[in-house]
T-cell receptor, first 112, second 111 residues
Framework: EAGVAQSPRYKIIEKRQSVAFWCNPISGHATLYWYQQILGQGPKLLIQFQNNGVVDDSQLPKDRFSAERLKGVDSTLKIQPAKLEDSAVYLC??????????FGPGTRLTVT | RKEVEQDPGPFNVPEGATVAFNCTYSNSASQSFFWYRQDCRKEPKLLMSVYSSGNEDGRFTAQLNRASQYISLLIRDSKLSDSATYLCAVNSHPGANNLFFGTGTRLTVIP
């Protein structure tokens, strides 16, 4: 069974630029999550989707971050404009309803 | 108070040793508990779910103590390949599947 796919794996941008990340969850997983993991910390949930609806986006900095899952499968996370403190690994995870979450390889973002 | 707290370590143990990690959580209503393993520059991988009755998978044992609001992970007969960061995760509230993660505990198993 294929795992969670993410792209790109690495991205380097300058502050104030925009960037987008893509995630394809495990087939059949209705729930999709985006996490931010800053070096030395555990992952922090940014947004949770159930199919194409948002379940929780309470920790998403909505002035600069946006996410969508239009057809209930793939998802994109966008940052516009980026700040230095956005440098982190952005992890996508998926799960079958309220079960264990499986993570993709992540996108390592460096903002200079 | 943080939702989930872990001792960041590092824990340096010899091969064959037994090592235990604890993780405390703040929300007494939390119902789902997990241990993840994360290798350097890799994504977290699910190691174990933690059940109320405790559970064991080979050399790994997970326990839940609701009264004191902590979960534990015990690794017996440590192998070099066990060297990694171990993250605990707790759901935010009953019925929710969004997880709060600890900062992780770094384990190094020494030959």
């Amino acid at each position: 069974e294929a795992g969670v796919a993410q792209s790109p794996r690495y991205k380097i941008i300058e502050k104030r630029q925009s960037v987008a990340f893509w995630c394809n969850p495990i087939s059949g997983h209705a729930t999709l999550y985006w996490y931010q993991q800053i070096l030395g910390q555990g992952p922090k949930l940014l947004i949770q989707f159930q199919n194409n609806g948002v379940v929780d986006d309470s920790q998403l900095p909505k002035d600069r971050f946006s996410a969508e899952r239009l057809k209930g499968v793939d998802s994109t996370l966008k940052i516009q404009p980026a700040k230095l403190e956005d440098s982190a690994v952005y992890l996508c995870a998926s799960s079958l309803e309220e079960r264990e979450q499986y993570f993709g390889p992540g996108t390592r973002l460096t903002v200079t | 108070r943080k939702e989930v707290e872990q001792d960041p370590g590092p824990f340096n143990v010899p091969e064959g040793a037994t090592v235990a990690f604890n993780c405390t959580y703040s929300n007494s209503a939390s119902q789902s508990f997990f241990w993840y393993r994360q290798d350097c520059r890799k994504e977290p991988k699910l190691l174990m779910s933690v059940y109320s009755s405790g559970n064991e998978d080979g050399r790994f044992t997970a326990q839940l103590n609701r009264a004191s609001q902590y979960i534990s992970l015990l690794i017996r007969d440590s192998k070099l390949s066990d060297s990694a960061t171990y993250l605990c995760a707790v759901n935010s509230h009953p019925g929710a599947n969004n997880l709060f993660f600890g900062t992780g505990t770094r384990l190094t198993v020494i030959p």
